[in-house]
T-cell receptor, first 115, second 111 residues
Framework: KAGVTQTPRYLIKTRGQQVTLSCSPISGHRSVSWYQQTPGQGLQFLFEYFSETQRNKGNFPGRFSGRQFSNSRSEMNVSTLELGDSALYLC??????????????FGPGTRLTVT | SQQGEEDPQALSIQEGENATMNCSYKTSINNLQWYRQNSGRGLVHLILIRSNEREKHSGRLRVTLDTSKKSSSLLITASRAADTASYFCATTPGANSKLTFGKGITLSVRP
């Protein structure tokens, strides 16, 4: 089975712009979670989607949003980019919708740099 | 805020030695998971231990969980240079709750 894929792998944007990141989960996985990783804050949970519904949400401003499609693929969007949004954005999928009960399979991440 | 706190923050050992990493957490948990991350890449799941389990093995990995002390340890035996990575513990208070990761431990295994 193919693993979790994320596109693009690298992205450079300017402050004030918006960005959309994409994640394709492992075939058959219905839960997709997003994380932001920075040297200062570590790994922080953004949100989780299961069957096109947001199940959990982290403590991020409304500029961060996401959605999941009927084929379980997910996108996250960050509007009005700030320098502090520079990070590695990781997507993870799991077989069922209980994030805390099953292992997460992570993609390679999208490295976003905001200048 | 991080739920899990790993200790030490960095560890450097010689190939063939054992590496022990610790994780402490603050609230009651449903399970605890350990992940590995090679430099700047995605995380790889290593092992999941449930709150009613005390010890679990997977190959060269041994994980223990002490819910009374709210702590877990990850032991890697006979370490290899390829074990060089960052290791994270992650906890959740319930099956439907989000995973919360610690800040990670950087392990360097010298050949």
């Amino acid at each position: 089975k193919a693993g979790v894929t994320q596109t693009p792998r690298y992205l450079i944007k300017t402050r004030g712009q918006q960005v959309t990141l994409s994640c394709s989960p492992i075939s058959g996985h219905r839960s997709v979670s997003w994380y932001q990783q920075t040297p200062g804050q570590g790994l922080q949970f953004l949100f989780e989607y299961f069957s096109e519904t947001q199940r959990n949400k982290g403590n991020f401003p409304g500029r961060f949003s996401g959605r999941q499609f009927s084929n379980s693929r997910s996108e996250m969007n960050v509007s009005t980019l700030e320098l502090g949004d520079s990070a590695l954005y990781l997507c993870a999928s799991s077989l069922v919708g209980r994030q805390g009960d099953h292992e997460q399979y992570f993609g390679p991440g999208t490295r976003l740099t905001v200048t | 805020s991080q739920q899990g706190e790993e200790d030490p923050q960095a560890l450097s050992i010689q190939e063939g030695e054992n590496a022990t990493m610790n994780c402490s957490y603050k609230t009651s948990i449903n399970n605890l998971q350990w992940y590995r991350q090679n430099s700047g890449r995605g995380l790889v799941h290593l092992i999941l231990i449930r709150s009613n389990e005390r010890e679990k093995h997977s190959g060269r990995l041994r994980v223990t969980l002490d819910t009374s002390k709210k702590s877990s340890s990850l032991l890697i035996t006979a370490s290899r240079a390829a074990d060089t990575a960052s290791y994270f513990c992650a906890t959740t208070p319930g099956a439907n709750s989000k995973l919360t990761f610690g800040k990670g431990i950087t392990l360097s295994v010298r050949p």
